[in-house]
């Protein structure tokens, strides 16, 4: 039986699916199958936009780690159905959550939204689902009172926002919600207070705890959360606004769109009067017969000197006259221009109106929502309330969240040469709003930040960097000159060479300016890591630079290399790559028992190429006699535990192998693609080694996640070698 979560609320507006996507991440770093289900659906005409964020957070990394479960599966009833025949619409409810129960360990039912608008009885039929389900709630209490209505005119007035409620008011709230439970019968797991005022969380934790411990109450133990008010999490996007206004996207980048909308300006005067008006993240509402306004609007949206607005919405239906059409586009605008027929009046009003939903394509919302249940309820908590069994298994998303968990504890500046790539900013961004690392950025700052808060991304935290600053490219051309002296390299030549992006962001690397680089999502590998060949260099102990992929399974993770670098690496380099690898091994918590790959097993096989795995794997035992090893041997007698019963009895790696060492290039690369495609392994990497200070490489075609995942690699080696060098340094001065 699957340990499930019920989250509920007792109003509508409390923002259940920030609470829903923190739950959701909480389990999925413990549990190996999670699901998630929606008891009653918004809708029966469009998709219920919460589930559709869970299922999407479930998929993220690889669906490997979570069962196959489909829209239609995780949904029981709908609004229609339970007031036809609440019992039958229950019984149905029960069935088809029993359904999904079954495919997994644990379950996020997700209560009803309060659609049907000021029904009493809402709470008490979500309650009832949850005590037939056998699941226990965690109560959501809202922060807030109502949704943001708002003054249009107004650009203090934010959207999604409205008046926080005081402790007296959550206390009475509380009170009502516990009346409705001990009605229903059904266990308390917990309580979050979200939306909350920032400045008074302690307090309305307080007013809920004494309720819940008054005198003769059994709820002692249930611990109380909350969580700030965060506006971005409810302000509507400009692709939300381009719905709710039925308006068409006439000039603008559309990436754009994911952007938040902040608050709303009608800019029904006079140009020289709007313009003070306008601030970040406005939606700025123009009717089309005024093009000067539009003209000024857009012209102070490309300024320095003026805030950057989220969106423009032209009002009226009017056409724009041709010559300024043209003006227009000669301009190239980024930020999106809507048309609508509505009026001013109109379509401010469908504006303050539009829902700040948690979408499952919102990347701010997204990290943000995380960061702020992360920071503000206490995970092992929580996950020893469910009494969840952690899982034996190590799944991808479990691996990806040990990364970012190890690189969170030792927080390390890594720096990303490639600021002129959106993925770059929103990998960033992730990485900033999650605590991960310090981020230094490479590009001019102003066209880095705009185009950062154009799409809605906060990379406010992270250090902007030109390559072409004249204080660094002097010192870095200096370093420089004096490490390829021996090459004839002048001054001049390297103020040239530095201001190129992977030089540039090397030397930061060499000169302690930042830990560790990660770079390649639009260079290739080989300009990626020239550099570091130049000026980081290997480590003493090592010959070669090699590469490792950690291939992360259904349920383990294993270490390939060398899938990147070395074409033909002779028998002394694959010696050198083998142990590198096995120290990559544990750097990442999978004990090493390495497998020297050839087309054949133990003794069988004769020839140059076998030779070279075996004359590898001696050089390994003499250099590492402590490390596990076996070669050569083939693929299937070092994964297959039948297979190496058969070919090689007895042996400690045959059959158990998590370090694969492939004999060439050729072969590791096209075996990591073949295992990444038809396993479908998350593959992450590749992940260099053997280098003095860690640069890793990005594929061209590298996902945001990917890039996330790189950065987290490079802070964990970054903070190792700082470790192995902090203890030879101890060493040191103790024998002297």
């Given at each position: 039986?699957?340990?499930?979560i019920?989250?509920t609320?007792a ?7 920030t609470?829903?996507?923190g739950v959701?991440?909480t ?6 199958r ?12 469009h998709p219920?936009?919460?589930?559709e964020?869970l299922?999407a957070?479930l ?10 479960l489909?829209y239609?599966?995780?949904v ?6 339970v ?14 959550y029993?359904?999904?129960e079954?495919?997994?360990d644990?379950?996020v039912?997700?209560g009803?939204d ?10 008490a039929f979500n ?11 965690l109560l959501?209490?809202?922060g807030?009172v109502g ?9 203090s007035d934010?959207?999604?926002?409205s008046?926080p409620r005081?402790?007296?008011d959550i206390?009475?709230l509380t009170?009502v919600s516990?009346a409705?439970?001990r009605n229903e ?9 979200n939306?909350?005022?920032?400045a008074r969380l302690?307090e309305?934790?307080?007013?809920v705890?004494?309720?819940i411990d008054?005198p003769g109450?059994?709820?002692?133990s249930?611990p109380?959360?909350a969580i700030?008010?965060?506006p971005?999490?409810?302000a509507p996007?400009?692709?939300?606004i381009?719905k709710?206004t039925?308006g068409t996207?006439?000039?603008g980048?559309?990436a ?7 608050g709303?300006?009608v800019a029904?005067m006079s140009m020289v009067n709007?313009l003070p008006?306008l601030?970040d993240?406005a939606?700025?509402?123009?009717p089309?017969d ?7 609007v857009l ?8 805030p950057?607005i989220a969106?423009?919405?032209?009002v009226g239906g009017?056409a724009?006259p041709?010559?300024?059409e043209r ?5 190239a605008?980024?930020v999106?221009i ?5 009026g001013?009046?109109?379509a401010a009003l469908r504006i ?5 939903r948690?979408?499952?394509?919102s990347?701010?919302k997204?990290?943000?929502?995380l960061a702020l249940?992360e ?5 092992s ?5 469910l ?7 190590v799944t991808?998303?479990?691996f ?5 968990e190890?690189?969170?504890?030792n ?5 990303m040469?490639?600021?002129?790539d959106?993925?770059i900013?929103?990998a ?5 709003a999650?605590?991960v690392a310090d981020i ?5 700052e102003?066209?880095?930040?705009s ?9 406010s935290?992270a250090?902007?960097?030109s390559?072409?600053?004249d204080v ?15 090459k004839g ?5 390297a ?7 992977s030089y540039?962001?090397t030397?930061m690397?060499?000169?302690g ?11 290739t ?5 020239r550099p ?8 003493p ?8 992929f ?5 349920d383990?993770v294993?270490?390939?290399?060398d ?5 033909d ?14 120290e990559?091994a544990?750097?990442?918590?999978i004990e090493?028992?390495i ?8 003794e ?6 076998v ?10 035992r003499?250099?590492r ?10 693929y299937?007698?070092?994964?297959d535990?039948?297979v190496?019963?058969?070919k090689?009895p007895g042996?400690?790696?045959?059959g ?10 050729n072969t590791g ?14 593959a992450?990497g590749p992940?260099l080694?053997g280098?003095?200070?860690p640069i890793?490489?990005?594929?061209r075609?590298?996902l945001?996640q ?5 950065v987290?690699?490079t802070?964990?080696?970054a ?8 203890a030879?340094t101890e060493?040191?001065?103790v024998s002297?």
């Amino acid at each position: 039986m699957a340990d499930s979560i019920y989250i509920t609320s007792a109003e509508g507006n409390t923002g259940k699916s920030t609470i829903a996507l923190g739950v959701l991440d909480t389990l999925l770093r413990s549990v190996e199958r999670v699901g998630v289900f929606r008891p009653v659906a918004r809708s029966v005409h469009h998709p219920d936009y919460v589930l559709e964020l869970l299922l999407a957070h479930l998929a993220t990394g690889s669906a490997k780690s979570t069962p196959p479960l489909s829209y239609d599966e995780c949904v029981g009833v709908s609004y229609d159905d339970v007031h036809l025949d609440p019992d039958a619409a229950l019984g149905r409810i029960v069935a088809r959550y029993k359904a999904v129960e079954a495919k997994c360990d644990a379950v996020v039912v997700v209560g009803s939204d309060y659609t049907d608008v000021g029904s009493p009885t809402e709470l008490a039929f979500n309650l009832r689902v949850a005590a037939n389900l056998g699941v226990p709630v965690l109560l959501v209490l809202g922060g807030r009172v109502g949704p943001g209505q708002g003054e249009v005119l107004n650009q203090s007035d934010r959207l999604g926002q409205s008046d926080p409620r005081g402790p007296e008011d959550i206390r009475q709230l509380t009170d009502v919600s516990l009346a409705e439970l001990r009605n229903e019968h059904v266990s308390l797991l917990g309580v979050i207070i979200n939306r909350a005022d920032p400045a008074r969380l302690d307090e309305l934790i307080g007013s809920v705890r004494g309720v819940i411990d008054a005198p003769g109450s059994q709820l002692a133990s249930v611990p109380v959360w909350a969580i700030p008010e965060d506006p971005y999490i409810v302000a509507p996007s400009m692709k939300s606004i381009l719905k709710s206004t039925n308006g068409t996207l006439v000039n603008g980048d559309p990436a754009l769109l994911s952007r938040e909308a902040l608050g709303v300006v009608v800019a029904a005067m006079s140009m020289v009067n709007v313009l003070p008006r306008l601030f970040d993240g406005a939606v700025v509402v123009i009717p089309s017969d005024r093009p000067q306004v539009l003209l000024a609007v857009l012209m102070a949206n490309s300024s320095a000197t003026f805030p950057s607005i989220a969106g423009i919405v032209l009002v009226g239906g009017f056409a724009l006259p041709e010559e300024i059409e043209r003006l227009v586009d000669g301009l190239a605008p980024s930020v999106p221009i809507i048309r609508t027929e509505l009026g001013s009046y109109e379509a401010a009003l469908r504006i303050t109106h539009t829902p700040g939903r948690m979408a499952a394509d919102s990347q701010r919302k997204h990290d943000t929502a995380l960061a702020l249940f992360e920071g503000h309820v206490d995970a092992s908590v929580l996950l020893d309330r469910l009494r969840v069994s952690r899982a034996d298994v190590v799944t991808p998303l479990m691996f990806e969240y040990t990364l970012l968990e190890r690189a969170r504890k030792n927080r390390k500046r890594i720096v990303m040469p490639e600021g002129d790539d959106d993925r770059i900013l929103r990998a960033a961004a992730t990485l900033l709003a999650r605590d991960v690392a310090d981020i230094t950025i490479l590009g001019e700052e102003f066209e880095v930040r705009s185009r950062a808060i154009g799409l809605g991304l906060d990379i406010s935290k992270a250090q902007v960097v030109s390559p072409f600053d004249d204080v660094l490219r002097t010192r870095f051309a200096e370093e420089y000159a004096k490490l390829r002296a021996h090459k004839g390299v002048t001054i001049d030549q390297a103020m040239d060479v530095v201001t190129d992006v992977s030089y540039f962001g090397t030397m930061m690397v060499q000169l302690g300016l930042a830990d560790g680089m990660v770079s390649g999502a639009t260079h290739t590998t080989a300009h990626t890591i020239r550099p570091s060949f130049e000026i980081i260099k290997t480590r003493p102990d090592t010959s070669v630079v090699s590469s490792v992929f950690l291939m992360a399974l259904a349920d383990k993770v294993l270490v390939y290399g060398d899938c990147a670098v070395n074409p033909d690496p002779s028998a002394e380099q694959l010696a050198d790559i083998a142990i590198s690898a096995s120290e990559t091994a544990v750097e990442f918590g999978i004990e090493p028992r390495i497998a020297m790959l050839s087309y054949s097993t133990g003794e069988s096989g004769k020839g140059a190429d076998v030779d070279k795995v075996r004359a590898a794997t001696e050089l390994v035992r003499e250099r590492r006699p402590d490390l596990l090893i076996e070669g050569p041997i083939q693929y299937d007698a070092a994964a297959d535990a039948d297979v190496a019963a058969a070919k090689m009895p007895g042996s400690a790696v045959a059959g158990r192998a998590t370090v694969f060492i492939f004999p060439d290039l050729n072969t590791g690369n096209n075996t990591y693609k073949a295992v990444q495609r038809s396993a479908g392994a998350l593959a992450i990497g590749p992940v260099l080694q053997g280098l003095r200070k860690p640069i890793n490489d990005l594929s061209r075609g590298a996902l945001v996640q990917d890039i996330v995942n790189t950065v987290a690699i490079t802070a964990i080696q970054a903070a190792t070698l700082s470790a192995v060098a902090a203890a030879r340094t101890e060493t040191a001065a103790v024998s002297a």
